[in-house]
Structure formats: structure tokens, C-alpha cells
Nanobody
Framework: QVQLMESGGGSVQAGGSLSLSCAVA????????LAWFRQAPGKEREGVAR????????YYADSVRGRFTISRDNAKNTTYLQMNMLKPEDTAMYYC?????????????????WGQGTHVTVSS
């Protein structure tokens, strides 16, 4: 059984930092594509960052590039999202997702596995 468990959400002031974790069970993070998505009330879900299974290459949405960093710890089978220089518009529910590595070409493919989400609030 595949399970993704996000943690680390909370409330911070604009300009602050927050680190999210996603513990993955049932699949190897090194062999699969891991991604972070977010969704704010009344808005469409958007891809934030993803990391490629084989190469470890990363991709970021324009809105977070330079501020967010996705990484993974193969030994812990966990992926992370380090969020710096947070803005109020970053406020959203953040979800961890996974898909087979060869599908790690877009945020728009159907990610097979999802976590329950962790909420991030950034105040002005």
C-alpha cells in the first residue's frame, strides 16, 4: 500500500520560512517522480515543484522559483519542500504527490498517489 504523509505546515509571517516533509511508504522515492502541489480556496490546484526519480533534477513553477527548494532523502524515503521568502499568496493547502518516473514531465499528468495535505498560512 502506498501512503504519502505530509507534515510541517503552519502559520508564518511574510518573508519567513517553512519546511514541509512528505514521508513516502510503499514506493521508492529514487525510482518515482515526487511533486508538491498547492491549492488555495477558490483557486485551481497548481504544481509547485517536482523532482525526477532517476536524475534528481528539479523543476519549479515560476511563482516559486528561487524561493522554494524540493529535495529528497533516499535513506528516509522522504521528500521535502523548503519554502523561503514566503508571500501571502503562498497561503494554501500543500499536497505531496507521486507518479511513475517516466511520467515526470509535467504537473498536468495524472499523479497516482496523494497525501492528505498540510496547510500553510502566510500573513502580511
Amino acid at each position: 500500500q502506498v501512503q504519502l504523509m505530509e507534515s510541517g505546515g503552519g502559520s508564518v509571517q511574510a518573508g519567513g520560512s517553512l519546511s514541509l516533509s512528505c514521508a513516502v511508504a510503499g514506493l521508492n522515492v529514487r525510482l518515482n517522480c515526487l511533486a508538491w502541489f498547492r491549492q488555495a480556496p477558490g483557486k485551481e490546484r497548481e504544481g509547485v515543484a517536482r523532482i525526477y526519480g532517476d536524475s534528481g533534477a528539479t523543476y519549479y513553477a515560476d511563482s516559486v522559483r528561487g524561493r522554494f527548494t524540493i529535495s529528497r532523502d533516499n535513506a528516509k524515503n522522504t521528500t521535502y519542500l523548503q519554502m523561503n521568502m514566503l508571500k501571502p499568496e503562498d497561503t494554501a493547502m500543500y499536497y505531496c504527490a507521486a507518479v511513475r518516473g517516466w511520467q515526470c514531465v509535467s504537473f498536468n499528468v495524472e499523479y497516482a498517489y496523494w497525501g492528505q495535505g498540510t496547510h500553510v498560512t502566510v500573513s502580511s
